[in-house]
């Protein structure tokens, strides 16, 4: 079955960085773009940014544009997250999730498997 586990969360500073992944098995990572999304606390899910199935293709939500760097490694079957300059306002529950097919779309229910979550906070 398809199974989405990410790790990497905890708690940094405001300016901090944290790296998240995600490892993917019980499908063909490869055929199938990814996403980001994250929920803050008394907020609704947010797509955070996206990468191709071949990873040629890569988009970012305004908010994180400049500072978030989405990657993957297809022959590792993992997903990546570098976020930089973190703010506060980034603190939220990240999840990484899989399209129904090859392309990025923003729209959270274009994604069918999602993982269960890692708590990333920003504070001082």
């Known amino acids: 079955q398809v199974q989405l586990v990410e790790s990497g969360g905890g708690l940094a500073q405001p300016g901090g960085s944290l790296s998240l992944s995600c490892a993917a098995s019980g499908f063909t990572f490869s055929s199938y773009a990814m996403s980001w999304a994250r929920q803050a606390p008394g907020k609704g899910l947010e797509w955070v940014s996206g990468i191709y199935s071949d990873g040629t293709d890569i988009y970012y939500a305004d908010s994180v544009k400049g500072r978030f760097t989405i990657s993957r490694d297809n022959a590792k079957n993992t997903l990546y997250l570098q976020m930089n300059s973190l703010k506060p306002e980034d603190t939220a529950l990240y999840y990484c999730?899989?399209?129904?097919?090859?392309?990025?779309?923003?729209?959270?229910?274009?994604?069918?498997?999602w993982g269960q979550g890692t708590q990333v906070t920003v504070s001082s």
């Open positions: 999730a899989k399209a129904v097919g090859v392309v990025v779309t923003t729209h959270i229910g274009d994604y069918d498997y």
